[in-house]
């Protein structure tokens, strides 16, 4: 399985950037796609999930201004992000949770992680 994270770059404070992330490989279903960041000496946070019900749920220094979404087949999430702040400076990393086949227990997978710079 491989998770394959782009779209990030450098943006102005308030503007926005939208990052993508794809599963592939072996998939039998995903539970759930995330999105964590981190910045150096810090712990990676959550900033936001979506499971395969279609419920989302954000962290509170995000909610209002970015927004988790996947394609049909739950293979993508995407992460549109407005109203960016210096502060959302970090590298972004996608997780999943997912099984590889009917039998399989559910594991986690990262993906790369993808740089967001917000200059103020």
């Known amino acids: 399985v491989q998770l394959q994270a782009s779209g990030g770059g450098m943006v102005q404070a308030g503007g926005s950037l939208r990052l993508s992330c794809k599963a592939s490989g072996t998939i039998f279903a995903i539970a759930t796609m995330s999105w964590y960041r981190q910045t150096p000496g810090k712990q990676r946070e959550l900033v936001a999930t979506?499971?395969?019900?279609?419920?989302?749920s954000y962290s509170d220094s995000v909610k209002g201004r970015f927004t988790i979404s996947s394609n049909n087949a739950k293979t993508t999430v995407y992460l549109q992000m407005d109203s960016l702040k210096p502060e959302d400076t970090a590298v972004y990393f996608c997780?999943?949770?997912?099984?590889?086949?009917?039998?399989?227990?559910?594991?986690?997978?990262w993906g790369q992680g993808t740089q967001v710079t917000v200059s103020s």
């Open positions: 997780y999943s949770i997912l099984k590889t086949d009917w039998e399989s227990m559910l594991r986690g997978y």
């Open positions: 979506t499971k395969n019900d279609g419920t989302t």
